[in-house]
Each structure stands twice: as C-alpha cells, then as structure tokens.
C-alpha cells in the first residue's frame, strides 16, 4: 500500500480527484468503482470543477456504486443513487445509463446482487475503486466479521454504521437495518483501489489498517495483500498511526 499524506480534507480532495481523473483520460473506456459518504464528496466537487472548466470529459466512463440501502427508492433522498445523481453525475456529461448503483427496492435482492456482479464482470471488473474506511474497519457495507470470499450481497448493518448515519435521517427508527454491497472480493479484483482517509475519527482506523492484522474482524485490513493500493490520508488522518 502506497501511502500520500497531505494537509487536510481539501488537499485529499484534490489529490483523489486527480487520480480519478488521469485513469479517464488514459481509459478508452474507464470504469470507475464510487463510494458515497462525507469521505469522497469533495472529491465529486473537484471533479465537477475540471468538468466545468473542460478539463475531463466522462462521456465514455461506467460506474459501479459500492452500496445501496435496502428499502430506499431512488428518489429518496437518502438513497444513495440520489446522493451519486445530486453530488455528481448530474452535473457532468456522463451517460446515465451507465452508471450503476445496486437497487435496494428489488423485489428479489438476491437476483439484484447476482445481476450486479454479472454486469461487472461484462465490464470487464472495475479499473479505479474508490473507497472509504468507517471507524469500524468496514469497506462498503461489509461489517466485521464478513468473509473475504463475498460478492455483492444483503448485509445487516452493524449498530455502530446506523449511528454514524443516523445525522441523514429524521431518526434512528428510519436508518435502514439491511444494505447491498459489493463484496470483499468483487472490491479486491479491482485492478487499483483508492482510499481516502480523513480526520481524527478515523486515526484509529488507519492506524489498524496499517499496522493490524490481516483479519475478517477488520475488513479494510484485506487491502494489505492488494498488490495497488493507494491511500490519500490527511494529517489528521494519520495522527495517530504508529511509526
Ligand atoms: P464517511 O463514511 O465517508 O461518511 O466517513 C465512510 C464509510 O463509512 O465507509
């Protein structure tokens, strides 16, 4: 894992979006792996601003969301195919039609999991994963616990993600209990993986991923053994990793 440390939030920002940015200019047809959350959304920001000024195109770009809650339709605002079309795609030139996000109103989930990982696969698997790390280790939505062996599945979510979700929703009896996520192995086939990392509250995180086991009970830790792994951390970030 190659780790970039820079100042704060905005430089982690900048420094995503580039990178986000030389894999669509150098792609024919690039396909990006996104996350939704606090984490990567100065990231969609930066790279509306290098729309704008006409500096990336991503006309020819797919997308694969990470996640999606189960029970939320795409219009509700906490669904996060409404967070990817209101923080994102509708501001660029990219083509709806491809941009993925599983869908958490199917009336078979398991259906909507295995379609999700066959139009990967048709895609021929994801070039550039972006991901976020929660306090707990989770990537996606695989909680602790979960087999590195998974694919897209239905998972409960965890007591402590409700929490730290719960400031989106009206209460806590409205944070969904269930999710679809990409799974541990779908996101470690990506052929390069991004983390991006930020602020005190995730110092223990990071310093776990780093420096922890390889271990089920911390999922990020499974990005030790990819072979390109790019960590974009802020120095908040990583005031509590050990050297
Ligand atoms: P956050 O979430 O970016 O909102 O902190 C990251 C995550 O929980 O994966």
Redesign the pocket.
């Known amino acids: 894992m190659n780790i970039k440390q820079v100042e704060d939030y905005e430089a982690m920002s900048i420094a995503g979006a580039q990178l986000i940015m030389e894999t669509v200019k150098r792609l024919e047809n690039p396909v990006l792996g996104l ?1 939704t ?4 959304e100065g990231v969609y920001k930066q790279l509306i601003d290098a729309y704008q000024r006409q500096q990336v195109s991503f006309r020819e770009t797919t997308t694969f969301n990470l996640d999606e809650y189960v029970g939320l339709a795409g219009e509700d605002p906490n669904s996060y195919r409404y967070f990817m079309d209101d923080k994102f795609f509708d501001h660029i030139d990219i083509n709806k039609q491809q941009t993925f996000v599983p869908n958490g109103k199917a009336d078979d989930l398991q259906q909507e999991c295995e379609q999700y990982e066959q139009r990967l696969k048709d895609h021929q698997e994801i070039d550039l994963q972006v ?5 707990n280790g ?3 939505f695989n909680e602790p616990g979960t087999s590195f062996k998974t694919r897209t599945h239905v998972v409960n979510l965890a007591p402590s ?1 409700r929490e ?1 979700n719960a400031r989106f929703f009206n209460s806590m009896q409205e944070v969904p209990e269930q999710a679809i996520t990409m799974g541990i192995a779908t996101i470690m086939k990506s052929e390069k993986i991004v983390l991006l990392v930020s602020g005190e509250k ?1 110092a223990r995180a990071l310093d776990q991923l780093l420096h922890g086991d390889v271990t089920e009970e911390f999922p990020a830790s499974i990005l030790q053994t990819h072979d390109n792994v790019q960590i974009i951390a802020d120095k908040a970030a990583l005031s509590k990793v050990r050297v």
């Open positions: 996350a959350g606090s984490t990567p991901l976020g790390i929660g306090v989770h990537i996606g993600t730290a995730k």
